[in-house]
């Protein structure tokens, strides 16, 4: 698939950095969460090119399905990635019977959804109670320095940006319990790299806007993979901010 903004996609060099940030929350996830996604029943909300759900279902799984909305996307995807199931699905109704999943991953996807309260809230009906949701996005604080809570984006895919207290009590307001917010982080040769020329996303807005690429920003960017990022619990300055929660039991509320 060609990279168009709205989603990322491997194989192209230029869109490297960004797919490699995505694969190293599925990477994350995969060594995280052995045991749970052992036979699991699982979701990858927003599946996009199908490279992730793709990884998850390495991950020894019962099944794997991959709800995504654009029609190219999934088509892609279903011929692409055998493992799988691809399903074109909108997201503000999820084709799932109640309490039918166990772990439900949603990366980079709910700042491009219109009606986020209502996605997380269907999702703790899907899910079966105490099982997992994951969700990835963007840390408005470092993605879009100076943009405010509740203000619009510059990115024209984005319908919100938050940061980590929004995003921990999104969750919590929906009836998740042991929320937590992880963050991902540049490693140690972007971190080396930005110290001698800046920050890399400056590096690449630039060139994109431009479109003019420097020879050594090119090569950089082409050869980093998920081992050049790094998640922990502390949400600082974070890339990304990691969403972690279980499903409330109906019986309980």
């Known amino acids: 698939m060609e990279p168009t903004g709205e989603r990322t996609v491997p194989g192209v060099e230029r869109e490297q950095y960004f797919y490699a940030r995505h694969e190293a929350v599925y990477a994350w996830i995969c ?31 019962s099944i794997v399905i991959g709800l995504e909305y654009d029609d190219a996307a999934c088509r892609h995807a279903a011929v692409t990635y055998p493992r799988p199931r691809l399903v074109r699905s909108n997201l503000a109704q ?50 879009s320095p100076g943009l405010g809570r509740g203000e619009r984006p510059l990115n024209p895919f984005h319908v919100e940006e938050f940061d980590d207290e929004q995003v921990h009590d999104l969750l919590v307001a929906a009836g998740w319990t042991q929320v937590q917010v992880w963050g991902l982080h540049h490693g140690r040769r972007i971190i080396e790299w930005e110290s001698n020329h800046g920050s890399l996303m400056a590096a690449q807005v630039m060139a994109m806007t431009q479109d003019s690429w420097s ?11 998920e ?6 619990p502390d949400t600082h300055e974070a890339q990304d901010l990691i969403a972690i929660g279980h499903a409330p039991d109906p019986h309980t509320r």
């Not at 439900?104 to 997380?120: R, S, Y």
């Not at 081992?227 to 922990?232: G, H, L, Q, Y």
Request: charged share 20%; with cysteine; glycine share 8%.
């Open 31 to 61: 060594r995280k969460f052995t045991s749970v996604l052992a036979n699991a029943r699982v979701v990858d909300a927003g599946s996009g090119e199908g490279y992730g759900a793709q990884l998850l279902a390495e991950c020894r799984p």
């Open 94 to 143: 999820l084709p799932l019977r109640d309490h039918s999943i166990d772990m439900v991953v949603t990366l980079q996807v709910i700042e491009h959804l219109w009606d986020l309260a209502g996605f997380v809230t269907d999702l703790g009906r899907a899910i079966r109670p105490g099982g997992l949701l994951i969700a990835s996005t963007p840390n408005r604080e470092v993605f």
């Open 215 to 225: 020879k050594e920003l090119s090569r950089f960017i082409a050869d980093l993979t």
């Open 227 to 232: 081992a050049d990022f790094t998640i922990t």
